[in-house]
C-alpha cells in the first residue's frame, strides 16, 4: 500500500494549526474578547474588542524545536526553540502559540517589518509575557 508521506505530514500540520487557534480563541475568550475563527487566506480569527474594534489575528503555532542530530557534539547545551514563518502579514495582529506550554504571544503585524521568521526560545513563553500581550491588545 502506497502512503503519500506528504500529504500525511500536511495533515498533521493543518491539525496542529487548528488546535493552535482553539487555544488562542480560548486565550483571548478567558480575557473578554470576543473571537470569531474563520478560514480566510491569512486571517484565522476576527476578534471583537470591548471598545468595538474588530481586529484580524493570524495564528502561528510551534512545537519546541528537538535537539539537531548534528548538534549532539556540541559543548554548549541545546536550547529549544519555537520556529514560526511569518510570511504572510494580512491580518493585523500575530498570535504565536506555543502548543506544548499552551501559551501564546501577540505581536502587531506592524511590528514585525520585513521578518519573515521568528525564532523564539521558551523562556519568553511565560504567564507574564502572555497577559501583557493580550492586555496590549486591548489598548
Not at 510551534?62 to 494580512?90: D, M, V
Not at 504565536?96 to 501577540?106: G, N, S
Amino acid at each position: 500500500m502506497w502512503i503519500n508521506t506528504r500529504m500525511v505530514i500536511q495533515t498533521k500540520e493543518m491539525q496542529t494549526g487548528r488546535v493552535g487557534e482553539h487555544l488562542a480563541a480560548y486565550k483571548l475568550e478567558s480575557h473578554g474578547i470576543e473571537c470569531y475563527l474563520v478560514d480566510r487566506v491569512g486571517v484565522d480569527l476576527w476578534a471583537c474588542l470591548p471598545n468595538g474594534k474588530l481586529v484580524t489575528l493570524q495564528v502561528k503555532t510551534a512545537h519546541a524545536s528537538k535537539r539537531p542530530k548534528l548538534a549532539r557534539n556540541r559543548k554548549r547545551p541545546h536550547i529549544p526553540t519555537y520556529n514560526f514563518n511569518a510570511n504572510h502579514k494580512i491580518a493585523d495582529y500575530f498570535i504565536l502559540v506555543a502548543l506544548c506550554l499552551e501559551r501564546i504571544l501577540i505581536i502587531p503585524t506592524s511590528e514585525l517589518g520585513t521578518t519573515v521568521f521568528l525564532r523564539i526560545k521558551p523562556m519568553y513563553f511565560n504567564l507574564g509575557s502572555e497577559v501583557r500581550s493580550i492586555k496590549r491588545l486591548l489598548t
